[in-house]
């Protein structure tokens, strides 16, 4: 009977110190992550939490949001985090009174691992600005990657979904998920889009804010 009680206690013993050193291990290595990258934390626009988002860099189907709802979606322990360099930038656009896109990484952490999702904050009040933006780092090809999503997010916009962001990529296990997240948040996820940027139409926006 002592033998068994004995027992039992090294066995929880051993599954709590298991426990332990695995949340120690995770910790560690967000704490690397982040200095790896030069990442602190950061506090993003209420606008951009309220606004919508693309998952897809190129000809994207669907805007998703609003980004504080996805962020609930995931569960976990979430913190927004921006690189030194693109929060210098950022101020300084500020104090200049300047909106700039900038990149932010919404790490997600779980007992099992930390993900990061990296987006990228749009400033812009327009689909033309939106396109702008994106002619002046593609030059002649913006027209090809980009001139059919600009008419959508310009009908979008005519519907009230303000676009604030889009979601690039994912980092999880180690490196880059060469899946697009726009399947990821589908499939995996199941977070339904508000709005389907291909043909036009709105689904109810109540179906992400339950």
Known sequence: ?????????????MVT????????????????????????RYVPPEWFLKGYFTA???????????????????????????????????????????????S?????????????????VLPYESAEAWYNGKRSFHGRKAV????????????????GFKMSGELRFLTENGGISPQVPEDVILHRYKFRPIFELHTGRAPAIEDNTK
């Open 1 to 13: 009977m002592v033998l068994k009680r004995w027992l039992w206690v090294v066995t929880v013993f």
């Open 17 to 40: 110190s298991l426990a332990v050193t695995v949340h120690v291990s995770l910790a560690e290595t967000d704490r690397t992550f982040r200095q790896e990258n030069g990442l602190q």
């Open 56 to 102: 897809r860099e190129k000809n994207p189907g669907y805007l998703f949001g609003p980004v504080k709802n996805f962020v609930e979606l995931l569960g976990g322990r979430t913190a927004w985090l921006i690189e030194d360099m693109e929060l210098e930038r950022v101020e300084t656009a500020a104090r200049n009174g300047k909106k700039i896109e900038y």
């Open 104 to 120: 932010l990484f919404l790490e997600v952490a779980t007992p099992d691992q930390t993900v990061y999702w990296v987006f990228v």
């Open 144 to 159: 090809a990657y980009y001139g059919k999503t600009r008419d959508e997010i310009a009908r979008a916009l005519a519907l």
